[in-house]
């Protein structure tokens, strides 16, 4: 009997720690929801994703696709010139055609990803976020629509929760690229995240704009000062 009760003690203290635990994290979360220096709720058109996702490509992958274009081309021309020393070197010939697919599929792979990638997220265009920046991090997550929370509590089920991604400014994969009418966020090769410039105030671009600038060097690029220049 004595360890039956004791068990339920047991059983009750640790529902109890649980739900102080979430009440204490709910705080939290809410106090520094109060106290984030800049706080923007966003959508994203698939129009901007496209764009980001080109710069994305530009940053990461065209530079190896112009060296591997260059090296087959090099070879695709030694193949050439064996082809007109011997037409009927059908070696020279399969070679050729060899190279000739390699660099054509070297450029039509991105565009095939791209055009993948934006079919899926089309569906994605009407959730919205919020981003949240701190001294020394940001935070970006995604809104649950209230009708699929609703819809999870009729029919007694807990409401999904996605946590937000939080990211240290001073993480060596973060690089950002502002251009004119958006923010890219890269998290080194993995992840890309928007931030359109329509969604928030003149003071609120400057001031994110002078924070990547200070907390990331080189890392920050900002395209409208080039196209100022040129």
Known sequence: MNKEIKTKNSTIDEQLSEL?????????????????????TYDIKNTEEEEAFIAFQKKFILKSNILKTIAFAILAILFVYQVIQKPENFASWLCLVVCLAVIFIVWYNPIKIRKTLMQSLKPLE???????????????????????????????????????????LSDTGLSVLEKENMFIIFLKKESIYVLPKRCMHSDEIKQLSEVFSQNLGDDFEKEILKKNID
């Open 20 to 40: 102080n635990s979430q009440i204490i994290e709910e705080m939290n979360e809410k106090f520094e929801e109060v106290n984030a220096n800049l706080y923007v």
């Open 126 to 168: 009407d959730d919205r976020y919020i981003f949240k920046l701190y001294d020394n991090r940001f935070s970006i997550e995604t809104i649950i629509p209230q009708e699929e929370v609703e819809q999870a509590v009729k029919e007694g089920e807990e409401p999904t929760r996605i946590p937000p991604r939080v990211v240290s």
